[in-house]
């Protein structure tokens, strides 16, 4: 199970690029609305979420979270307990944590960084507070998973699909979509 975080704010290309290139690749993907079902990205997209915050299951089942960027949407994800919840459930199980744009911030504020190269949004370099800020549009230290924002966001989604089910079946869905 994957959940994409989505809250009032998103940023619509980082959360919904990754969300269909992870259901093409047969992924189990959840969008899941902060504080409500119904949620409208910072270009005024609104999307009917599958499920609502308050109904996530954190579990061995959960294999990844995703938290796209955009403001306020990354405020906005950054003081919800579920969130919360659900990054700290990934760091004591070592499960997969990918955040693109300005959401690797919350990540930065919580301490999971300081360890870690990462990557964000031009503006947000100081809140990573991380080891080394990577020079990839795209960057994998462990099992966390930082992109720079909109621009990447499909290399962002091939990215976690080829974590989830390796680099055949990533270069496989890279060829469909006429990638270059």
Known sequence: ??????????????????????????????????????????????????????????????????????????????????????????????????????????LGHKGLLKDKEAICFPGFEEQLDCKKLSDDFVCVDCSVITAKGAGVAQEFGLKLLELLKGTNAAQAMKASLQCR
Do not use: W
């Open 1 to 106: 199970m994957i959940y994409c975080f989505l809250a009032n704010g998103f940023e619509e290309m980082e959360a919904l690029c990754p969300v269909d290139i992870l259901r093409r690749g047969e992924c189990d993907v959840l969008t899941v609305g902060v504080g409500e079902e119904i949620i409208t990205g910072s270009h005024g997209i609104s999307v009917y979420t599958d499920i609502t915050a308050a109904e996530i299951e954190l579990d061995d089942k959960l294999e990844m979270i995703i938290l796209p960027g955009g403001m306020p949407g990354t405020l906005n994800l950054e003081s919800n307990p579920y969130v919360q919840k659900a990054i700290d459930f990934c760091v004591q199980k070592g499960k997969y944590i990918a955040a693109i744009c300005a959401a690797p911030s919350i």
